[in-house]
């Protein structure tokens, strides 16, 4: 089911969105200027275990400050995350980035841990404001 229209997606969005995919690179266009959520999903599976599927777009962006000024880099990035909703506990997650953005992401030794990391900060959150 889509959580887009759930009375909690603002806290949720909210969470999404400061993902810093961006600021993962180590030069280039490595400043997000934009991460918009284009859909989320939670799924519940066996075992009492919740699967949530979201995809988005990213836009990272070199800095103005920046020595080289390099163009724009568009993605979308999908994430696919299984939690453990009694626990509040993450115990897979996957992170996938097509488009121009991919080639760049994919120098990052390990996406998915990124992933995993992230999703586990932000499902503590917002299981606090439950």
Partial sequence: MSIIQ???????ARAISNV?????????PNKTRSFEVASAEV???AGGMTTV???AYLTC??????LFQVDAVEGRVSVDVS???STCRITDAHLNID???GGLLS???????LARSWAQSQATRLCRLQ
């Fill in 53 to 55: 599927r979201a995809q």
């Fill in 99 to 101: 488009d121009g953005l």
């Fill in 61 to 66: 962006e070199a800095e103005g400050s920046s």
């Fill in 6 to 12: 759930n009375e909690n997606w603002p806290a949720i």
């Fill in 43 to 45: 799924c519940p599976q």
């Fill in 107 to 113: 120098g990052l030794t390990d996406t998915d841990d």
């Fill in 20 to 28: 810093r995919l961006c600021e993962q690179l180590p030069v280039g």
């Fill in 83 to 85: 939690l453990e909703p």
